[in-house]
């Protein structure tokens, strides 16, 4: 049974990729297969698309990176990102008096998938209802189970959370 989910699985896998190839040209479609075949041949596994993106398309990266750094404005509040992954930005919103003394009350966050400058409340539930259904769930749970989600590393004062989200 177990065997037939996995091919099950790798099917659908082949047909997501070959779903991007769709009205491309044969010969445009092999030559972005080779990219794709000579990248991965490079890469360790698990495959960690944040360490392909740097160091195979570094103007894409930076590009990303000074997207993110944009500040968005809602409903005439500033917000200013103060830490990013590949799948999680963090605001701060800085043109609030009281975002001095309450930090934790002044943090949104936006997911990389959704495109948008949507901003969410970072709370432990709506991260928890974000995620739910992908491969961050598990660690996500297991990490909110004895931490809160406003812990910092004591060194770097860097969110721990950033490092299961990567």
Same mark, same amino acid.
């Given at each position: ?7 099950? %699985?790798?099917?659908?896998?082949? +047909?997501?990729? *070959?779903? &991007? /190839?769709?009205? *491309?040209?044969?010969?445009?479609? $092999? ?5 794709? $075949? =000579? ?5 360790? @596994? ?5 360490? #392909? ?12 990176? $000074? ?11 500033? $917000?200013?990102?103060?830490? +990013?992954?590949? &799948? *999680?930005? #963090?605001?701060?919103? @800085?043109?609030?008096? +009281? %975002?001095? /003394?309450? @930090?934790? &009350? ?24 974000? +995620? ?7 660690? *996500?749970?297991?990490? /909110?189970?004895?931490?809160? #989600?406003?812990?910092?590393? =004591? ?12």
């Amino acid at each position: 049974m177990a065997n037939k989910d996995l091919i099950k %699985s790798e099917e659908n896998i082949i +047909y997501e990729i *070959l779903y &991007q /190839l769709d009205g *491309l040209e044969i010969a445009l479609a $092999h030559d972005t297969l080779n990219k794709i $075949h =000579l990248i991965l041949s490079f890469a360790k @596994t698990p495959i960690d698309i944040n360490r #392909i993106r740097e160091s195979w398309f570094p103007e894409i990266e930076e590009e990303r990176k $000074h997207n993110v750094m944009k500040t968005p404005k809602i409903h005439g509040h500033d $917000h200013t990102c103060i830490a +990013y992954t590949s &799948q *999680l930005y #963090i605001y701060y919103r @800085t043109s609030l008096w +009281y %975002s001095k /003394l309450w @930090t934790n &009350q002044c943090l949104y966050y936006t997911l990389t998938k959704d495109g948008s400058k949507c901003l969410r409340k970072f709370t432990k539930t709506n991260l928890l209802n974000d +995620y739910k259904m992908t491969r961050f769930e598990d660690p *996500l749970v297991n990490f /909110l189970k004895n931490n809160s #989600i406003y812990k910092r590393n =004591l060194i770097t004062k860097e969110f721990e959370i950033l490092t299961i989200l990567k």
